[in-house]
C-alpha cells in the first residue's frame, strides 16, 4: 500500500496536528487554490505510506454526502489506524504535553498496552506497543 | 482523561521533559549536563535512560534533530550558511559534512533540488497529484 485516505475538517489544522503534535513528515503538499492541497504525510519510520489529509470539498461530494462526512468525522466516527511506537508510556507523555487529546490512557490488552487518541478532526487512532 | 499512574511514570515524564527541552532549544548552544541535572539524573543515568527509550543517546538525538530541522528549512528555500546557524551549528563545514552523511547529500545539493521540485510543481502541480483524486475533485477538467 502506498497511500491512505483520511477525511479532516480543516486542512491547515490537520497540517500543524499531524506534522507538529504527531511527528509526521510532509511528503507532498500541492496547493490546488480554493480548493484545497494535495497534502499527504507520512509516518517519521514509514516515509514511503502516504496519509492524504483530504478535505471534505463540495467538488468532490453532493452538498448532503458532504456535511453528512463532515458530521461523522466530527462525532469520531472513523478508527483511521493503529500506530505502534517503541515505547508506549514516552509516546504517551510526549504527545500528552503537546495538546494531543487521549480518550484512553495506555491499558494492557492481550496484544500489547494500547492507547487511544484523536486527531483534530475527530478521528481517532489506536497507539499500541505490542508484546 | 490524565494520569493514572503506570509503572515508572515520574521517571518518564522528567524523561519526556528533558526532551522536549531538546525540541524547543534545538537551536542554543545546549548543556546536555544541565539538562541531566534538572531531570534530577547523574549525566550518565540521563544518558543511559534517555538511551533506553529513544535509542539514541541525548548528542545524537540533538544531532539528528538539527540535520532535521536543516532539512525542512533548506527545502523551504534558505540558504545553506544561514541554516547552519539558524539551526545551531558553529562550523559549515561540520554542518555539511554532517547533512550529508546522515541525508546522502550536501545542504546545497538537496537545497537546489528542492528548488528544481517546487519550481515543477508550481508549472504542473497535476503532474503531482494522483489523476484519481484530482478527476474527483475536478481538477482535471479545470
Known amino acids: 500500500m502506498t497511500h491512505s485516505t483520511v477525511y479532516v475538517l480543516d486542512q491547515d489544522s490537520a497540517f500543524d496536528f499531524y506534522t507538529n503534535k504527531l511527528g509526521f513528515k510532509v511528503v507532498t503538499d500541492v496547493p490546488m487554490g480554493n480548493d484545497g492541497r494535495w497534502l ?21 461530494f453532493s452538498k448532503e454526502v458532504s456535511e453528512t462526512l463532515k458530521d461523522l468525522v466530527r462525532k469520531g466516527t472513523f478508527g483511521v489506524a493503529v500506530l505502534t511506537c517503541d515505547d508506549i508510556y514516552a509516546t504517551y507523555e510526549e504527545l500528552k504535553a503537546r495538546g494531543v487529546e487521549f480518550t484512553k490512557a495506555p491499558t494492557k ?14 478521528n481517532w487512532y489506536s497507539l499500541a506497543q505490542l508484546k | 482523561m490524565n494520569g493514572q499512574a503506570y509503572p ?10 528533558a526532551k522536549l527541552f531538546i525540541d524547543e532549544h534545538y537551536a542554543e548552544p545546549i548543556d546536555l549536563e544541565a539538562i ?5 539524573f547523574s549525566k550518565f543515568h540521563f544518558i543511559k535512560q534517555f538511551k533506553s527509550i529513544y535509542r539514541q543517546t541525548p548528542h545524537q538525538y540533538l544531532i539528528s534533530l538539527r540535520i532535521e530541522k536543516a532539512r525542512q528549512l533548506l527545502k523551504a528555500g534558505v540558504a545553506v550558511s ?16 554532517l547533512f550529508k552523511r546522515m541525508t546522502g547529500m550536501s545542504p546545497s545539493a538537496y537545497l537546489a533540488e528542492q528548488q528544481d521540485l517546487k519550481a515543477q510543481i508550481t508549472a504542473e502541480p497535476l503532474a503531482y497529484i494522483p489523476g484519481c483524486f484530482a478527476h474527483k475533485n475536478g481538477w482535471l477538467k479545470k
Request: charged share 25%; net charge negative; aromatic share 14%.
Open chain 1, 109 to 122: 490488552e492481550f496484544y500489547g498496552t494500547e492507547a487511544i487518541f484523536k486527531d483534530d478532526s475527530g
Open chain 2, 82 to 97: 544561514d541554516v547552519c546557524y539558524q539551526v545551531g551549528f558553529e562550523s559549515l563545514p561540520s554542518f555539511s559534512g
Open chain 2, 8 to 17: 515508572r511514570m515520574y521517571l518518564y515524564r522528567r524523561l519526556v521533559q
Open chain 2, 36 to 40: 541531566a541535572d534538572e531531570a534530577f
Open chain 1, 40 to 60: 499527504t504525510v507520512a509516518p517519521p519510520q514509514m516515509p514511503e505510506l502516504e496519509m492524504v489529509l483530504a478535505p471534505v470539498t463540495r467538488s468532490m
